[in-house]
């Protein structure tokens, strides 16, 4: 049995959330990162994705797919189930992904001081 994905995996002030390189749509990159250590059912992608609408989801997971990025199996059981994984083009972006989220790491302190001096930007809190 494989290890669940943690529920806090992409809290809010993770360096992901403040990455300016993004890989396809807002929740691709997370998407992927999920799917970095093998197939997992779209239940199991909810718990660390729980701040995407089921529709948003579905939309990104269609996205990846149509983009050769992510296969989806349907398992024809008694209970159907379907699961996603990635497929070799898709597993060739965890590479330039974790370059962007070393760098967004390493630019943290810089990326949240320009984002609180910018008018329009939220304030996020620094802890964390």
């Excluded at 992510?70 to 974790?98: F, I, N």
Aim: hydrophobic letters at 35%.
């Amino acid at each position: 049995m494989r290890e669940p994905l943690p529920a806090d995996m992409f809290d809010e002030l993770c360096p992901s959330s403040l990455n300016p390189i993004r890989f396809g749509d807002k929740w691709a990159g997370l998407i992927i990162r999920c799917l970095e250590h093998g197939p997992r059912r779209y239940s199991e992608l909810r718990v660390p994705l729980s701040r995407v609408t089921p529709k948003v989801l579905t939309q990104s997971l269609r996205s990846l797919e149509r983009d050769g990025l992510v296969k989806r199996t349907v398992y024809a059981e008694a209970t159907p189930r379907v699961e996603y994984e990635l497929t070799p083009l898709g597993r060739s972006m965890l590479v330039p992904m974790a370059s962007a989220c070393a760098w967004a790491e390493e630019h943290w302190d810089e990326l949240l001081d320009a984002r609180e001096s910018h008018p329009d930007a939220p304030h996020l809190d620094r802890a964390g």
